[in-house]
């Protein structure tokens, strides 16, 4: 055992899968027997509502805290066993906004990584979620992490999006003085009746960053809406059979 791998879901623009990817591949991995922290890092709180987890300090009061040179507690932020070997840092939903400077997020940078970093010892896969920004809140998570998985959607503007979180984990990388690697592409709402479906896959394929494909599902939305995993409500669908694929080759083997 070497400790947790840290992982951040990220990519700049919303609505491409990151929170339900989260859900699906962090509840997966705890089914497996696995010991998961997932991180709300998205001040929007989507991950937190879909577990209805509120009784902890949140993830801006934890920023404010670290960057304030407080000394911040595990316990008081992290929910556990929001199911079983599966645990949250949630983030406040009633706030939409982080009420902090970016020169504030920005000195939190180190005291994050250092907090995250000790909580390694208790789990096997730390996931992150991230809000839709290219911004030091995204940089605060990736450079804490050791490894980016990029959610995306078959389409044309999806190669620039790429190219600019490619830039910018890149840049934290040079900036945190470690590797973080590129984990994964994982696209969701795969159709293959899309056009030009192939052709995209061509375009992908050149990055040489292990693929994956998520089909589009309604059990996707069904789970978010029921706040049930898809290992809950449709552990036979298309969906789960992917986010197992997933699953079974990019998180074979525990850290
Ligand atoms: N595989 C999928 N099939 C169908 N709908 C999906 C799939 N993945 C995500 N969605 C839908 O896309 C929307 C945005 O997903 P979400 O995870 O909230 O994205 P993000 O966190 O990147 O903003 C949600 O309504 C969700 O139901
Ligand atoms: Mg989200």
């Known amino acids: 055992m070497t400790g947790a791998k840290i992982f951040t879901v990220a990519n700049q623009k919303g609505g491409v899968g990151k929170t339900s990817s989260v859900i699906q591949l962090a509840s997966g991995l705890a089914r497996r027997g696995d010991k998961v922290l997932m991180v ?11 577990f209805g987890s509120r009784d902890k300090l949140d993830f801006s009061r934890l920023l404010a805290d670290l960057a304030s040179g407080s000394p911040a507690k595990a316990e008081a932020y992290v929910n556990s066993r929001v199911r079983k070997n599966l645990d949250l840092l949630p983030a406040g939903n009633k706030r939409l906004r982080l009420e902090m400077r970016d020169t504030e997020v920005e000195r939190a940078y180190g005291p994050f990584a250092d907090f995250i970093g000790s909580l390694t010892s208790r789990y096997d896969w730390i996931i992150m979620d991230s809000s839709p920004s290219n911004s030091p809140l995204e940089r605060l998570l990736i450079r804490a992490s050791d490894a980016v998985i990029i959610p995306l959607e078959f389409q044309l503007f999806s190669v620039s999006g790429l190219e600019s979180i490619l830039e910018e984990v890149k840049s934290c990388s040079a900036e945190a003085g470690k590797e973080i690697h590129v984990h994964s592409l994982l696209f969701t709402k795969a159709e293959n009746r ?26 996707i939305s069904r789970s978010l809406e029921k706040s049930r995993t898809i290992w809950e409500c449709g552990p036979s669908s298309y969906a789960a059979r992917d986010y197992r694929t997933l699953i079974d080759k990019g998180f074979q083997v525990r850290p």
């Not at 709300?40 to 879909?50: H, R, S, V």
């Not at 030009?196 to 309604?218: A, D, G, M, N, W």
């Open 40 to 50: 709300d890092g998205d001040p929007q709180g989507n991950l937190t509502l879909f």
């Open 194 to 219: 899309l056009h030009r479906v192939q052709t995209y896959r061509e375009l992908f394929s050149s990055f040489h960053i292990p693929v994956y494909e998520i089909c589009k599902s309604e059990y």
